[in-house]
């Protein structure tokens, strides 16, 4: 038979600015249009999105470095289990686990309030308002939806 080739790691960047429990994806990119007005982090979907899409090919979210997601084949994972490098397997990466690791890898990171004071200057909106754990996802989302509908992206 054919030999398959699937790769051990995976890294990918993920949007920065779309919190957990939202799922986006974005359906066209201008590359042009967002590297003019600086709207690069539209172009990559969210960690939930990420998370879902990674896990229907057989991988696992083990950590979330900024905005660097590194995924791990299901049996990889299951080899740092059994070397004692990840916890006890979990199977599908629940809401709960996703948020805790962006907020540990993400929202939490040293180098986040650095960014966020960046990004919040250069783009005059306050990007943690799509964070706020006091906030409801409903209204996380509703949010961010009114932000998006004020760009003028693709």
Do not use: N
């Not at 429990?21 to 201008?30: G, L």
């Not at 590194?70 to 629940?94: C, H, M, N, Q, Y």
């Amino acid at each position: 038979g054919e030999m398959q080739l699937k790769a051990r790691f995976v890294h990918i960047e993920v949007s920065m600015r779309v919190p957990p429990s939202i799922y986006f994806r974005p359906t066209s990119v201008d590359i042009e249009q967002l590297v003019r007005w600086g709207w690069g982090d539209w172009r990559h979907c969210s960690l939930s999105a990420t998370v879902e899409l990674m896990e229907s090919f057989g991988y696992e979210l083990l950590k979330l470095e900024f905005f660097d997601a590194i995924f791990a084949a299901a049996d990889v994972a299951e080899d740092l289990r059994k070397l004692g490098k990840l916890p006890p397997g979990r199977g599908k990466t629940s809401p709960r686990e996703i948020e805790a690791m962006w907020r540990d890898g993400f929202y939490c990171s040293p180098l986040a309030a650095d960014k966020f004071d960046m990004i919040s200057s250069e783009m005059l909106y306050d990007y943690r308002r799509f964070s706020d754990p006091a906030k409801t996802p409903r209204q996380r989302l509703d949010l961010l939806r009114a932000h998006l509908q004020s760009l003028p992206l693709p």
